[in-house]
């Protein structure tokens, strides 16, 4: 007996006046004739909605509205700072409009567009968006965008945001109508942001109120010394399991390790028959970020980072456990280091997750801090980009024609110390040329959408005589990606996954080559997800490592330069060695004995090797030198080098010869942007070094 199969017919004719005239109990579509003259007033405005206001889902609709109205070229960004966000908010909006995802509402992440010539608003991550204007800096594919959650101020938003300004004077230089730039946030600064956007006396900004429920607070009274608050936050779901509380739990920890321990000491605290304990973090693929919608007949545990600060809420009545914590990049522009580091978070990100308790219903907001903690926290958090690594940064900027970022216009502006150490990084990476102009490499660099340093080592591995393209830009997508190691916190599976990851070192003498036998092994195995689990590796980081490769792979077959997808790397050690230095040569340490590493260029002593690196047991030896990809200062403040190989004396000089004066030395030449800055840049120049720009090169 056959069974018949029904097909949904989407009738995708609903426009936004009908969607919002059903919803006006959600304050955008109940306020919209008090949003529609600030649209129509101002180019560029801000929107601040509490949580539940519908910035994310209904201001887009009135956007459309918009460009019907004014008969705008072009489509509708509306920007995310995760994927999980973009993917979700899209899937809801379509269902709004009774059409697929895909169709008139669509949305972009990177490795998945869901778009389709008869899109109108695209839901993406803000990089997406960086990509796009690398390529065609105008955007003049989109007429109107919408740069959401934007009191993040993520690196990227920062960077959006000026090159959005700096669209709209290339456009009106070319006599093209302006993007409409909207800014939308739970919490945000107001007139900083509508400052910046607007023009001098506009107000063009506008408050709506959220849909907010009741939300209940509880203090701690205090903090003991040496608190836990991975047990504080299981005692807290006890609590609300012992006293029949209603409302599924939402637990915000600073990171994935104090994830875990947290749902450690739940499962040994509490029955979890009637519980399912769901870890929500950045790492996890889409489809498992997804469990949190999905319908189930037990209380949900939320155990999540500050990806559920914003635009995600798990549905029904919520129960929300807060540290009050946030993990940060710190980073020393003199010493190129960076270090996460666990803060206190702003008054503005804690009103952010309190609110997620009031999003859906009657809500209770348990704060693992005293409410006296609150007189000494920031409201807002300075931006990322003031304490960021910004050779990534400089990199697109000079890729869309700004060659002075010492006079762009940031939101926030970085210290010249930090520009002028991107500066010097993109240099000697030969990315930028004497007078700080971007070279070929640059242009490839830009188009391997890689950090820059990885980028640098496939160049290098493009030497005919080499022979290494296929293992160094396999190295390069794992470099790129998290950690593929799984460290369980259980001491007897910790001991299995020890085991397991051993197997994958046998042999190599530097890390790097350690990641070439885990994917062998893996395409060995038919990239199967259960054969990583099972020898402790994160399926999901290797499923980005075949993508980013993959990636790699179609941008060379650009420049005719063709790699069978499915071919194993063979180790052609030499070469691989001397690619990795080309891109690391940053990172270059020698051994001074009993204090352990140094950089050689004199900015950071007293480093060791990490304990997980296959040179830990036997380190070189005095006077030697390594090659590490990271170096990273951990929370008790002892500086390690990570994923190391030892670098030979005799190629140094070929990559790093200022460092070493018994060579000559390469003649310095200012840099007409960097003078700017009060300080020089330089490229060295030396005859002996590859350069994929020298000719003949057959490759390029």
Same mark, same amino acid.
């Given at each position: 007996m056959?069974?018949?199969?029904?097909?949904?017919?989407?009738?995708?004719?609903l426009t936004?006046?009908?969607?919002?005239? *059903?919803?006006?109990?959600?304050?955008v579509?109940?306020?919209?004739?008090?949003?529609?003259p600030?649209?129509?007033?101002?180019q560029?405005?801000?929107?601040?909605?509490?949580?539940?206001?519908?910035?994310?889902?209904?201001?887009?609709?009135?956007?459309?509205?918009?460009k019907?109205?004014?008969?705008?070229?072009?489509?509708?960004?509306?920007t995310?700072?995760?994927?999980?966000?973009?993917?979700?908010?899209?899937?809801?909006?379509?269902?709004?409009f009774?059409?697929? +995802?895909?169709?008139?509402?669509?949305?972009?992440?990177?490795?998945d567009?869901?778009?389709?010539?008869k899109?109108?608003?695209?839901y993406m991550?803000?990089g997406?968006?960086?990509?796009?204007?690398?390529?065609?800096?105008?955007?003049?594919?989109y007429?109107?965008?919408?740069?959401?959650?934007?009191? *993040?101020?993520?690196?990227?938003i920062?960077l959006?945001?000026?090159?959005?300004?700096?669209?709209?004077?290339?456009?009106?230089a070319?006599?093209? $109508?302006?993007i409409?730039i909207?800014?939308?946030?739970a919490?945000i600064?107001v007139?900083?942001f509508?400052?910046?956007i607007? /023009?001098?006396?506009?107000?063009?900004?506008?408050?709506?109120?959220?849909?907010?429920?009741?939300?209940?607070?509880?203090?701690?009274d205090?903090?003991? $010394?040496?608190?836990?608050?991975?047990?504080?936050?299981a005692?807290? +779901?006890?609590?609300?399991?012992?006293?029949d509380?209603?409302g599924?739990?939402?637990?915000?920890?600073?990171?994935?390790r104090?994830?875990?321990?947290?749902?450690?000491?739940?499962?040994?605290?509490?029955?979890?028959?009637?519980?399912?304990?769901?870890?929500?973090h950045?790492?996890?693929?889409?489809?498992?970020?997804?469990?949190i919608?999905?319908?189930?007949? =037990?209380?949900?545990?939320?155990?999540a980072?500050?990806?559920?600060?914003?635009?995600?809420?798990p549905?029904g009545?919520?129960?929300?456990?807060?540290?009050?914590?946030?993990?940060?990049?710190?980073? $020393?522009p003199?010493?190129?280091?960076?270090?996460?580091?666990?803060?206190?978070?702003?008054?503005?990100?804690?009103?952010?997750?309190?609110?997620?308790?009031?999003?859906?219903?009657?809500?209770?907001?348990?704060?693992?801090?005293?409410?006296?903690?609150?007189?000494?926290?920031?409201?807002?958090?300075?931006?990322?980009i003031?304490?960021?690594?910004?050779?990534? +940064?400089?990199?697109?900027?000079? =890729?869309?024609?700004?060659?002075?970022?010492?006079?762009?216009?940031?939101?926030?502006?970085?210290?010249?110390?930090?520009? $002028?150490?991107?500066?010097?990084?993109?240099?000697?990476?030969?990315?930028?040329?004497?007078?700080?102009?971007?070279?070929e490499?640059?242009?490839?660099?830009?188009?391997?959408?890689?950090?820059?340093?990885?980028?640098?080592?496939?160049?290098?591995a493009?030497?005919?005589?080499?022979?290494?393209?296929?293992?160094?830009i396999?190295?390069?997508?794992?470099?790129?990606?998290?950690?593929?190691?799984?460290k369980?916190?259980d001491? /007897?599976?910790?001991?299995?996954?020890?085991?397991?990851?051993?197997?994958?070192?046998?042999?190599?003498?530097?890390?790097?080559l350690?990641f070439?036998?885990?994917?062998?092994?893996?395409?060995?195995?038919?990239?199967?997800?259960d054969?990583?689990?099972?020898?402790?590796?994160?399926?999901? +980081?290797?499923?980005?490592?075949?993508?980013?490769?993959?990636?790699?792979?179609?941008?060379?077959?650009?420049?005719?330069?063709?790699i069978e997808?499915?071919?194993?790397?063979?180790?052609?050690?030499?070469?691989?060695?001397?690619?990795?230095?080309?891109?690391l040569?940053?990172?270059?340490?020698?051994?001074?004995?009993?204090?352990?590493?140094?950089?050689?260029?004199?900015?950071?002593?007293?480093?060791?090797?990490?304990?997980?690196?296959?040179?830990?047991?036997?380190?070189?030896?005095?006077?030697?030198y390594?090659?590490?990809?990271?170096?990273?200062?951990?929370?008790?403040?002892?500086?390690?080098?990570?994923?190391c190989?030892?670098?030979?004396?005799?190629?140094?000089?070929?990559?790093?010869?200022?460092?070493?004066?018994n060579?000559?030395?390469p003649?310095?030449?200012?840099?007409?942007?960097?003078?700017?800055?009060?300080?020089? /840049?330089?490229?060295?120049?030396?005859?002996?070094?590859?350069?994929?720009?020298?000719?003949?090169?057959?490759?390029?």
């Open positions: 056959s069974v018949k199969t029904e097909t949904k017919i989407y009738r995708c004719d936004p006046e009908e969607i919002l005239s *059903e919803r006006t109990h959600i304050p579509a109940n306020l919209r004739e008090d949003i529609r600030i649209m129509r007033q101002y560029n405005f801000v929107l601040v909605g509490e949580t539940g206001s519908g910035k994310t889902t209904l201001l887009p609709l009135l956007l459309l509205e918009l019907e109205e004014l008969n705008l070229k072009g489509g509708i960004a509306v995310q700072p995760r994927r999980i966000a973009a993917h979700s908010s899209s899937g809801f909006v379509s269902e709004m009774d059409s697929k +995802v895909g169709e008139k509402i669509g949305y972009h992440v990177r490795f567009d869901s778009t389709s010539e899109t109108e608003i695209t991550t803000d997406i968006l960086l990509r796009e204007m690398q390529y065609d800096p105008l955007l003049l594919k007429s109107i965008v919408m740069v959401d959650e934007a009191h *993040e101020q993520s690196t990227n920062i959006v945001l000026g090159l959005l300004m700096e669209a709209n004077k290339r456009r009106e070319e006599g093209i $109508d302006p409409h909207i800014v939308s946030s919490t600064e007139s900083r509508a400052k910046y607007g /023009n001098p006396g506009e107000e063009n900004f506008i408050e709506i109120p959220g849909r907010m429920f009741p939300v209940e607070v509880f203090y701690k205090e903090i003991p $010394d040496n608190y836990d608050f991975t047990r504080g936050a005692d807290t +779901v006890k609590y609300i399991v012992d006293n509380l209603d599924d739990i939402l637990i915000f920890m600073p990171g994935k104090e994830i875990s321990s947290t749902a450690r000491h739940i499962s040994n605290i509490v029955n979890t028959n009637d519980l399912e304990i769901i870890p929500l950045a790492e996890m693929s889409p489809a498992d970020q997804d469990r919608f999905a319908p189930s007949d =037990k209380r949900k545990v939320v155990i980072t500050n990806i559920a600060e914003t635009s995600i809420t549905p009545k919520i129960n929300v456990s807060d540290t009050g914590l946030i993990k940060q990049t710190q980073f $020393d003199r010493s190129g280091i960076e270090q996460l580091v666990c803060v206190e978070h702003s008054l503005s990100g804690l009103k952010q997750r309190e609110g997620r308790g009031g999003r859906n219903d009657l809500g209770r907001y348990f704060a693992l801090y005293t409410k006296e903690s609150l007189k000494r926290r920031p409201q807002h958090h300075a931006s990322e003031l304490r960021s690594d910004l050779a990534q +940064v400089v990199l697109t900027m000079k =890729k869309v024609g700004i060659e002075d970022i010492s006079q762009f216009n940031f939101l926030d502006m970085p210290d010249i110390e930090s520009i $002028d150490q991107a500066l010097h990084t993109l240099t000697i990476l030969g990315a930028l040329d004497g007078d700080g102009h971007l070279t490499i640059g242009e490839w660099l830009v188009e391997f959408a890689l950090e820059p340093r990885l980028g640098r080592m496939v160049i290098e493009l030497r005919p005589d080499f022979d290494c393209v296929n293992e160094i396999t190295i390069a997508s794992f470099l790129n990606g998290k950690n593929v190691f799984i369980p916190d001491r /007897n599976l910790e001991y299995l996954a020890d085991q397991a990851h051993a197997q994958f070192s046998a042999g190599c003498d530097n890390d790097f350690v070439l036998n885990i994917w062998k092994e893996y395409a060995a195995h038919s990239y199967n997800d054969w990583a689990k099972n020898n402790y590796l994160n399926d999901q +980081v290797l499923d980005e490592v075949r993508n980013v490769r993959l990636d790699l792979i179609d941008a060379l077959a650009n420049h005719n330069i063709f997808s499915e071919t194993i790397p063979n180790s052609h050690k030499k070469g691989i060695e001397k690619s990795l230095t080309a891109g040569i940053g990172n270059l340490l020698k051994n001074t004995g009993k204090h352990g590493f140094s950089k050689v260029d004199g900015t950071k002593n007293e480093i060791a090797i990490h304990p997980g690196s296959v040179l830990a047991l036997d380190p070189p030896s005095k006077g030697s390594i090659i590490a990809n990271e170096i990273f200062i951990n929370p008790q403040g002892k500086t390690f080098a990570c994923n190989l030892e670098a030979k004396r005799d190629w140094l000089n070929d990559y790093a010869p200022e460092l070493f004066p060579k000559q030395k003649r310095r030449e200012h840099s007409k942007n960097a003078g700017k800055n009060g300080k020089r /840049n330089h490229r060295h120049k030396n005859k002996n070094k590859f350069n994929p720009l020298d000719r003949p090169f057959p490759l390029l």
